[in-house]
């Protein structure tokens, strides 16, 4: 599998800085991501603003999005190059893991190019979750390692592929998600069946503690990827916006959505299971 992966990496992957067109204008009517899936959408706040501020409010939706990704990909960058250290660098099992680490490199440069070109800031996960990022990036390892990455990575994999064939969408955007969606593909593979072999050589005791783990970091991450200042922009107060999105209907059915398939992989390789299960229904992120 590794062996093949590699294949395909030489055979497509993309570098940002030429196949995407960064001088390219950008259109004032075309929204960042589908409106539908804002986190106020339907809501009496929604109904407050003018197709403009709905607009620019998706940009800084995408925008935080795309920080939060990024920061979770320089985690994971961390992760595969202490994974790497025990592997044989002659086996392709190894030369993918330093290949990721390529290509999530790339990745982190093109998030970064893209919020700075459509003039949002860089949100971001928050000071607090950024600071337990050393922690988890210190210690994190084994099947709930790459579960973790699988929901971070699924959950936006799912929005980009929504967005990148959408004509109403950015072009600057809808190739950003491509470049992504096809890369990451190669990615989430290699990460579920890392998850598929180790977890059967787990001790019951372990098997609770990654899932735990996954449940914890899976949630932590899914909350973030809104930060409340993105209301801001539109007149509205970080507070506000934040509560009125947590009792959106619309939002915790586009969060459930995000995540959809990844806990269904998740949930028949036993990641998700017994106590901390309750933990993923109470997030909202359980059908």
Same mark, same amino acid.
């Given at each position: 599998?590794?062996?093949?992966?590699?294949?395909?990496?030489?055979?497509?992957?993309?570098?940002?800085?030429?196949?995407?067109?960064?001088?390219?204008?950008?259109?004032?009517?075309?929204?960042?991501?589908?409106?539908?899936?804002?986190?106020?959408?339907?809501?009496?706040?929604?109904?407050?603003?003018?197709?403009?501020?709905?607009?620019?409010?998706?940009?800084?939706?995408?925008?935080?999005?795309?920080?939060?990704?990024?920061?979770?990909?320089?985690?994971?960058?961390?992760?595969?190059?202490?994974?790497?250290?025990?592997?044989?660098?002659?086996?392709?099992?190894?030369?993918?893991?330093?290949?990721?680490?390529?290509?999530?490199?790339?990745?982190?440069?093109? =998030?970064?190019?893209?919020?700075?070109?459509?003039?949002?800031?860089?949100?971001?996960?928050?000071?607090?979750?950024?600071?337990?990022?050393?922690?988890?990036?210190?210690?994190?390892?084994?099947?709930?390692? =790459?579960?973790?990455?699988?929901?971070?990575?699924?959950?936006?994999?799912?929005?980009?592929?929504?967005?990148?064939?959408?004509?109403?969408?950015?072009?600057?955007?809808?190739?950003?998600?491509?470049?992504?969606?096809?890369?990451?593909?190669?990615?989430?593979?290699?990460?579920?069946?890392?998850?598929?072999?180790?977890?059967?050589?787990?001790?019951?005791?372990?098997?609770?503690?990654?899932?735990?783990?996954?449940?914890?970091?899976?949630?932590?991450?899914?909350?973030?990827?809104?930060?409340?200042?993105?209301?801001?922009?539109?007149?509205?107060?970080?507070?506000?916006?934040?509560?009125?999105?947590?009792?959106?209907?619309? =939002?915790?059915?586009?969060?459930?959505?995000?995540?959809?398939?990844?806990?269904? =992989?998740?949930?028949?390789?036993?990641?998700?299971?017994?106590?901390?299960?309750?933990?993923?229904?109470?997030?909202?992120?359980?059908?």
């Amino acid at each position: 599998m590794s062996a093949r992966l590699l294949d395909a990496s030489a055979r497509t992957d993309y570098d940002p800085f030429v196949d995407i067109d960064w001088a390219a204008p950008l259109d004032p009517g075309k929204a960042y991501m589908p409106l539908e899936r804002t986190s106020l959408y339907g809501t009496d706040l929604w109904r407050g603003l003018s197709q403009e501020q709905r607009v620019e409010l998706s940009k800084h939706e995408i925008a935080s999005i795309a920080g939060v990704g990024l920061w979770f990909e320089i985690i994971l960058m961390q992760l595969l190059i202490r994974y790497a250290y025990d592997l044989d660098p002659a086996t392709p099992h190894a030369q993918y893991a330093l290949t990721e680490v390529g290509d999530e490199t790339r990745h982190s440069i093109m =998030f970064a190019k893209a919020i700075n070109r459509i003039g949002a800031p860089n949100y971001g996960p928050g000071r607090l979750l950024h600071n337990l990022g050393r922690v988890y990036k210190a210690i994190a390892g084994g099947p709930s390692m =790459f579960a973790s990455v699988l929901v971070a990575e699924e959950a936006t994999d799912r929005l980009q592929r929504s967005t990148m064939d959408d004509p109403g969408i950015q072009p600057l955007i809808r190739m950003v998600n491509r470049i992504h969606v096809i890369e990451e593909a190669r990615h989430v593979r290699y990460a579920r069946e890392e998850v598929i072999r180790s977890v059967p050589k787990l001790t019951r005791a372990e098997l609770e503690w990654h899932r735990l783990s996954t449940a914890v970091t899976a949630i932590a991450v899914m909350d973030a990827l809104v930060n409340p200042r993105v209301y801001k922009v539109v007149g509205i107060r970080p507070r506000d916006g934040r509560a009125a999105a947590l009792a959106n209907p619309h =939002f915790r059915e586009t969060r459930r959505w995000m995540v959809e398939k990844v806990v269904e =992989f998740l949930t028949e390789t036993g990641m998700i299971g017994g106590p901390t299960r309750a933990l993923w229904r109470r997030a909202g992120l359980l059908g």
